[in-house]
């Protein structure tokens, strides 16, 4: 496993827990990472590499109480948090298409301008197509997703999610030739 992934594997163990982090009974804040991340095939040496990261980067607070470590998030790690589960946000296409849009129409302020960028910029990544300037589509279900997004970027109550069966004969042919497996 890569330090990357290993440190989001980290943040998303200690934020499981919530605000009061994860306490593991271990002699040593090594051995207790390694025992939160029972799950992982990482060596000793990964472990001291990850716990120098996660310091480092001042992602994680390891404080001790006698035989007790307790991880918990700085406010760096919970930010950090927070960009990874985005990142892991998905849209699943379903092998048989309902013939139903997804549109995401949004009315975001100037003040607002670096969301709506970066919201736009996920948007894309997600697969949606730009059928007007603040007008996306995506064929498969996707509000929750990107309610999500939307929501991460406080810009939620400047969107509006629709469900459309039919659009317009040349609409219909643009999206078709950019989601060419419907």
């Known amino acids: 496993m890569d330090t990357k992934t290993s440190i989001n594997t980290t943040l998303k163990k200690v934020g499981e827990e919530g605000l009061s982090g994860v306490s593991v009974i271990a002699p040593s804040a090594i051995l207790g990472l390694s025992i939160m991340l029972k799950e992982s095939s990482a060596k000793d040496a990964d472990f001291r590499r990850i716990l120098t990261e996660l310091k480092r980067q001042n992602l994680v607070n390891v404080t001790r109480s006698n035989e007790k470590f307790c991880y918990t998030l ?17 849209i699943v296409i379903p092998n048989a298409w309902d013939k139903k ?49 939307a929501g991460h970027y406080n810009i939620l109550r400047y969107c509006s999610l629709f469900e459309v069966s039919r659009f317009d004969e040349l609409s219909v042919r643009r999206l078709l030739r950019h989601f060419p497996h419907l």
């Open 74 to 90: 700085t406010p760096n790690g919970a930010h950090r948090l927070q960009q990874a589960l985005i990142d892991e946000i998905s």
């Open 101 to 149: 849009w997804r549109v995401v129409s949004f009315d975001i302020p100037t003040k607002f301008s670096r969301q709506r960028a970066v919201f736009v910029r996920r948007l894309q990544d997600k697969g949606f197509m730009m059928l007007q300037k603040s007008m996306w589509v995506h064929p498969a279900p996707c509000f929750e997703q990107v309610e999500k997004l």
